[in-house]
């Protein structure tokens, strides 16, 4: 038969096709694919952000402002609380009742922020976070990048090795969307469930940056991939009580570290105000 006259056509649509491909795309993490299928680069241009609502404050207000300023054409996506549980009940059924039981707003913020990378990747930002300058295509090239808070990381050949103290960063990381580290950890989590009565320290190794840290180093044979980045990138010291930071030529922005979820005396989060205002403008 000559099929040289007929005129083929596609059976399915874009739409279908791309349903089709997203229903079948494997599951497992290959480390050769150095993007997701969906776009140029492997992390996308999303910069994700979570607060109780939609409201936020005048100083929160002004370093969106900042980062939109210094992101350009990207997107940027805040996530209120409500959303933030639908995205764990179509992602973790599994897990769903237990997070609608957290007591704690932050941890539920932990947990969502780990959820971001999994469903969409992109840029996941604290409200406290100022930004200093964007990011270049290697910083985009990567996997996954976390920074140190405080001790020291580093990677010697295949030998990573870290000090006693190392602590990660939860307020700024960067992920290619579906990278496995953060189903694991999310799934790590609630396998401490449930969650009744949980102090600040409590919490915060649990969920916050030393349960982040405790996670990593525990599984870093496994996540070989993950780039971790000096304390002088994402979280520089400090200076002024907190009104401004040690930055350098490598510094792309800090955490102001606000704490506005921690348990204070009212006199203290009028203080802490204050400072957030002026931190915000600096």
């Not at 059976?11 to 079948?24: D, E, N, S």
């Not at 539920?108 to 971001?116: E, G, N, P, S, V």
């Not at 907190?242 to 030529?249: A, P, R, T």
Request: aromatic share 12%; with cysteine.
């Amino acid at each position: 038969m000559d099929l040289s006259s007929f005129s083929w056509r596609p059976i399915l649509g874009q739409t279908q096709l791309r349903q089709l491909f997203t229903a079948t795309r494997p599951s497992t993490y290959d480390r050769n694919v150095m993007n997701d299928g969906w776009g140029s680069s492997v992390i996308p241009k999303i910069l994700h952000q979570t607060a109780k609502s939609k409201a936020l404050t005048w100083e929160e207000r002004k370093l969106v402002d900042r980062a939109k300023r210094v992101l350009p054409g990207w997107q940027f996506r805040l996530w209120d609380d409500d959303e933030n549980s639908q995205l764990m009940a179509e992602h973790f059924p599994q897990h769903f009742e237990a997070y609608e039981q957290i007591s704690r707003g932050v941890m539920k913020a932990d947990i969502a922020r780990l959820l971001y990378m999994h469903a969409f990747g992109g840029v996941y930002m604290d409200t406290d976070y100022k930004l200093f300058t964007g990011f270049d295509d290697q910083f985009l090239a990567a996997s996954c990048i976390f920074g140190v808070e405080r001790g020291e990381f580093e990677t010697v050949g295949q030998e990573p090795t870290a000090s006693d103290d190392v602590k990660l960063g939860n307020a700024f990381f960067a992920a290619r969307r579906g990278h496995p580290f953060f189903s694991a950890m999310i799934n790590g989590i609630f396998e401490k469930a449930p969650f009744v009565d949980l102090s600040d320290w409590e919490l915060m190794t649990t969920s916050g940056p030393q349960g982040l840290s405790k996670f990593f180093l525990a599984n870093l044979g496994t996540y070989r991939d993950i780039e971790i980045r000096s304390q002088s990138v994402f979280f520089p010291d400090s200076r002024f009580t907190g009104l401004s930071n040690h930055i350098n030529d490598d510094t792309i922005g800090a955490h102001l570290c606000w704490g506005s979820w921690r348990s204070k005396r009212r006199v203290v989060t009028m203080k802490n105000r204050a400072r957030r205002i002026v931190s915000a403008l600096l």
